[in-house]
């Protein structure tokens, strides 16, 4: 049709035959080499579309890890030795207003479905239950695996293990290597909560002969397995999710810091230690293979650290398990070659909560950030791009819903109530009115310190004195705390009776929010094929995992 339509427009009444000749020869010549071209301008073509695609869809690394203090970084704390996480910051973007969970599950439920954890999931699921992600929901992994994503994840899931629906592998993963509970020993990989049997899976079945290794060794040496493994004609994401720097307060001895003479706070740092070196050996992997140039990658705690174990969140009040700073604002940065050259080296201020990164890597890969699901919450996530990138200097984000009990609005924060933990050192009985059993206190820049007694479990909040330079948690009226964080990001000014007013607006906000809260379990799945603890285990050849085989959701089998 093409040539048709070219003779009757290049008729030969219009040029003498010789020209009409040299013409059509030029044509043939012309059109063999646009439908036909060389094998090395093909080769040079496919080799500038590869280049093409990763530019648009680069290299997503994901590291979180477990329980680790705002302090206990060497970019916010200079006795810390991390020296690759602290180049890292310095070369990317440190980011000031990071928001999780107050603990582990909701986090990791939250960051992967890309709903806040009053939509997904506010509970720590212990042990083979129901819980963790809706099955009903898209993660992160299955959006970008579509778009042409190879996808791996390595490390803590905690995300449900109820059946084989909840693992990695069928929820979008193409690699797992990595536990399925909320922790176990890190020798070992025996786990306390799945009634002391190994709980270590590799993609659909227990990774039989793989326990025994120093789990930040064990993930962190599979992490650069896979990135110098990887075919780069694809783009990567990898959700590295360490345990280290959560109890059992364990590690081998070469990252012990001899100068360190309290041992609690040397083996917390030293944890730390080995995941510098492991995050080190993958970002160095990533450039060898030529990657970096094309990668972004963000870092960052689940939580904040448990003070009244062995990390510190200084200056932030109180730690994990709380809505207060200490508990939710972690110690996390981003960096990469996609980090454009204006914002290295630069700190952001502005709010961020895990959930975003969801829409964030979506849409930089291609993917659609939406996951409409009937009778389900959509994404809450936010893009965020546009503010890393420097294109805009304002987060789009204005209200963190922290959780059920904590919400940020501008510059205010609102906290239900402060923690009670039952704890050594707590009156016997009446540890919920003890003043020394709050977990809202604020610890000095050393900590723990030599004398912190700790007794069985590390925990030694019955010691916070100022003999010590730490301040015991003041509380929050019946009314809640109110803080402006802009002024006393601290939290050590609560404001609700100079300002009735905004304590209204923020506590009728949350009690707004509370009534739109779903969780997993309110809907949850059912479930077929199932076993015991004890046959499971049986199966599994002294392995822990999912009960069951199959399931569908509620609506199906009801309608």
């Known amino acids: 049709i093409l040539f048709e ?27 063999a080499l646009l439908l036909f071209p060389p094998y090395e301008a093909t080769q040079q073509q496919e080799a500038q579309q590869v280049n093409n695609n990763n530019k648009r869809q680069p290299n997503i690394i994901m590291m979180l890890v477990d329980d680790l203090g705002y302090h206990n970084v060497g970019f916010h704390n200079p006795l810390q030795i991390s020296p690759n996480i602290d180049r890292l910051s310095a070369e990317g973007i440190t980011l000031e ?29 212990e042990g083979v239950v129901k819980g963790g992600i809706d099955l009903r929901m898209t993660l992160i992994s299955d959006k970008l695996k579509q778009v042409g994503y190879d996808t791996a994840t390595l490390g ?3 995300c449900g293990t109820y059946c ?5 592998v069928n929820r979008g993963f193409n690699k797992h290597l990595g536990f399925l509970g909320g922790g176990e020993d890190h020798f070992t990989q025996i786990s306390g909560s799945m009634e002391n049997y ?17 789990s930040c060794y064990l993930y962190g040496q599979q992490a650069v397995q896979w990135v110098e493994q990887h075919n780069t004609s694809k783009p990567l994401f990898m959700y590295l ?13 070469n990252f012990r810091d001899p100068r360190v003479k309290e041992h609690f706070r040397q083996t917390m740092q030293a944890m730390l230690t080995c995941v510098d070196e492991a995050t080190g050996n993958v970002t160095t992997a990533l450039k060898r293979k030529g990657m970096w140039d094309n990668t972004l990658l963000v870092w960052s705690s689940d ?19 709380s809505n207060f700073q200490g508990g939710v604002r972690t110690a996390a940065f981003v960096s990469g070659g996609l980090v454009p050259k204006n914002m290295s080296g630069t700190t952001l201020h502005e709010k961020i909560h895990v959930c975003d990164w969801y829409t964030t890597f979506a849409k930089l890969g291609g993917a659609d950030p939406n996951d409409p699901v009937k009778n389900l919450p959509d994404v809450d996530g936010m893009d965020m791009w546009s503010l890393l990138s420097g294109q805009n200097k304002s987060s789009p984000r204005h209200e963190v819903p922290l959780s059920s009990g904590g919400l940020i609005m501008g510059d205010w924060k609102y906290v239900t109530k402060t923690l009670y933990r039952k704890r050594e050192g707590c009156q016997r009985g009446r540890w919920r009115h003890d003043p020394l059993c709050k977990m809202g206190y604020w610890t000095p820049p050393v900590w723990p310190v030599a004398d912190c007694g700790g007794g069985k479990n590390n925990d ?20 809640g705390c109110l803080f402006n964080l802009k002024d006393d990001p601290l939290e050590k000014h609560e404001l609700s009776k100079e300002h009735p007013k905004k304590l209204t607006e923020m506590q009728n906000r949350l009690a707004q929010l509370v009534a739109g809260r779903f969780q997993t379990t309110d809907s949850d799945a059912v479930f077929s094929e199932c076993v015991t603890f004890k046959e499971m285990v049986r199966r599994n050849k002294g392995f822990a995992g999912p009960l069951c085989r199959k399931w569908r959701p509620k609506s199906e089998v009801q309608g």
Not at 164 to 168: E, T
């Open 5 to 31: 339509s070219e003779v009757l427009f290049f008729s030969p009444v219009h040029f003498p035959v010789p020209v009409m000749y040299k013409f059509w020869c030029i044509l043939s010549v012309t059109m």
């Open 97 to 125: 207003s990071h928001y999780t969970y107050l603990f582990c599950s909701p986090t990791r439920s939250s960051f992967l479905s890309g709903r806040l954890p009053i939509h997904v999931n506010e509970e720590n699921p």
């Open 156 to 158: 803590k899931w905690h």
């Open 164 to 168: 084989d629906g909840n693992l990695p």
């Open 198 to 214: 190994v709980d270590l899976w590799h993609r659909h079945e227990p990774a039989w002969g793989r326990n025994g290794t120093y």
């Open 241 to 253: 999710a360490f345990h280290d720097t959560h109890r059992p307060y364990e590690v081998t001895d």
């Open 303 to 321: 939580n904040g650290g448990p003070q009244y174990n062995d990390a510190n969140n200084y200056p932030l009040r109180g730690g994990k398990g």
């Open 460 to 479: 030694c909040p019955h010691n916070c004195s100022k003999e010590i330079g730490c301040t015991r948690d003041p509380g929050c009226p019946p009314s």
